[in-house]
């Protein structure tokens, strides 16, 4: 396998991983978590093809880039007293997986929440963040890079 396949794979199990471990270290069920559009999560969907996460993220004049994003939020709403030992479970988890955590923000007087972050090997981007409103919200994207290939816009015609 190429290196170029090499990296492109890498970046897609980070993603799974980076999606799947921190739903399930919420100790949430998946179906308490959905996507933007609405559509509810499942883990499952992470295990073929990545091609309904894949977006264009720019064009660097040879032709676009491409990332991976899932953006997802939870359904259970936590009290602000629970924001830390939640945040901090996220935190345990992502430990365990040796990534390096950092606090990425506060909130402040108007909008309080606590996110933080994580980066894969990778280069997978990981924040978690619990609000106002006090529900679990989870940002994955991969790097913008050109290796991610397409999806194909048309199939063969054998």
Request: hydrophobic share 30%; proline share 5%.
């Amino acid at each position: 396998m190429s290196e170029s396949g090499s990296k492109v794979e890498a970046v897609q199990d980070d993603f799974r991983v980076a999606v799947q471990e921190t739903v399930k270290a919420t100790g949430l069920a998946d179906n308490q978590f959905k996507y933007q559009s609405g559509q509810v999560y499942n883990a499952s969907e992470l295990e073929g093809d990545l091609e309904g996460f894949l977006g264009a993220c720019g064009d660097n004049g040879a032709g676009y880039k491409y990332d991976y994003s899932a953006p997802i939020e939870g359904d259970k709403k936590y009290s602000a007293d629970e924001w830390e030992p939640q945040s901090e479970k996220i935190r345990a988890k992502w430990e365990s997986l040796g990534w390096e955590v950092k606090n990425v923000a506060p909130g402040t007087k108007d909008a309080p929440e606590i996110t933080i972050g994580a980066s894969t090997p990778a280069g997978v981007t990981v924040l978690y963040t619990v609000s106002d409103g006090g529900v679990d919200y989870i940002r994955v994207s991969s790097p913008c890079s050109a290796e991610i290939p397409a999806p194909s816009s048309s199939a063969s015609a054998s």
